[in-house]
C-alpha cells in the first residue's frame, strides 16, 4: 500500500507556457502533500507543503505565483509551473502522508525541460 | 541551519561484500533520521528510520544504520549487498513536523 503516482513522468515545453504536474495517492488519503525540486547532483529541495482545502505553505525563496500549487482533494495535489523558463528544467518530485506523524511517500518524481 | 552530508556520491562494490554509505548530519536540535533508496525510474522508498531508542535501526532489504549521536552520523550498512540493491540512497533529517532536509545522494553500483 501507500503509493503515489506522479504524471506526466516527462515534459517538454516551450518557454513562456504554463505545465501542470499531478500527484495522486492511489490507495490512502493524503492529508499533506510536499513538492521538491532536484537538481542533477543535488539534493532533493522542499518547494512547499500543501493541505487539503487550505493554501499551500511555500519555503522561503520560492516563488507562489510562479509555482502554483492545489490541493483540491484527499489523493490529488497539482504544481503548476507558470510561464515556465529554461531555468525552471528540473526534476519534481511529491510525496504524500495520511497525517502529521506518517512517514512521507514519494513519486516517481516529473522531469521538466523548458526550451 | 540543519544538513545533511554524503561525502559519497558513487560507491561501487561487488556482488556479495559488505557495504557501508556514510551520512553525517549537523543539527542544533534533537533530530529524527532517514535513509531512503531510489530505484531507477521509481518514487523514493524508505528503507529506515531513526526517531528514538535504540541506536542500532533495522530496515527492509536487509540494511541496518547506526545513529552516533557523538559523531553526528547514521551510517548505512549492509553485510552483503545483491545486484538488485544498485540504486540512489538518500539519507535525510527531520527539522519538525515532517519537513525533510536531504543529502545529496550515494549511488551504489553493485557489480558480479
Known amino acids: 500500500g501507500a503509493v503515489v503516482s506522479q504524471h506526466p513522468s516527462r515534459v517538454i515545453c516551450k518557454s513562456g507556457t504554463s505545465v501542470k504536474i499531478e500527484c495522486r495517492s492511489l490507495d490512502f488519503q493524503a492529508t499533506t502533500m510536499f513538492w521538491y525540486r532536484q537538481f542533477p547532483k543535488q539534493s532533493l529541495m522542499l518547494m512547499a507543503t500543501s493541505n487539503e482545502g487550505s493554501k499551500a505553505t511555500y519555503e522561503q525563496g520560492v516563488e507562489k505565483d510562479k509555482f502554483l500549487i492545489n490541493h483540491a482533494s484527499l489523493t490529488l495535489s497539482t504544481l503548476t509551473v507558470t510561464s515556465a523558463h529554461p531555468e525552471d528544467s528540473s526534476f519534481y518530485i511529491c510525496?504524500?502522508?495520511?497525517?502529521?506523524?506518517?512517514?512521507?511517500?514519494f513519486g516517481p518524481g516529473t522531469r521538466l525541460l523548458v526550451l | 541551519a540543519q544538513s545533511v552530508t554524503q561525502l559519497d556520491s558513487q560507491v561501487p562494490v561487488f556482488e556479495e561484500a559488505p557495504v557501508e554509505l556514510r551520512c553525517n548530519y549537523s543539527s542544533s536540535v534533537s533530530v529524527y533520521l532517514f535513509w531512503y533508496v531510489q530505484y531507477p525510474n521509481q518514487g523514493l522508498q524508505l528503507l529506515l528510520k531513526?526517531?528514538?531508542?535504540?541506536?542500532l535501526v533495522k530496515g527492509i532489504n536487509g540494511f541496518e544504520a547506526e545513529f552516533n549521536k557523538s559523531q553526528t552520523s547514521f551510517h548505512l550498512r549492509k553485510p552483503s549487498v545483491h545486484i538488485s540493491d544498485t540504486a540512489e540512497y538518500f539519507c535525510?533529517?527531520?527539522?519538525?513536523?515532517?519537513?525533510?532536509?536531504f543529502g545529496t545522494g550515494t549511488r551504489l553500483l553493485v557489480s558480479p
Open positions: 535525510a533529517l527531520n527539522t519538525g513536523f515532517q519537513k525533510l532536509v
Open positions: 510525496s504524500a502522508s495520511r497525517d502529521p506523524q506518517e512517514t512521507q511517500y
Open positions: 531513526y526517531l528514538s531508542g535504540s541506536t
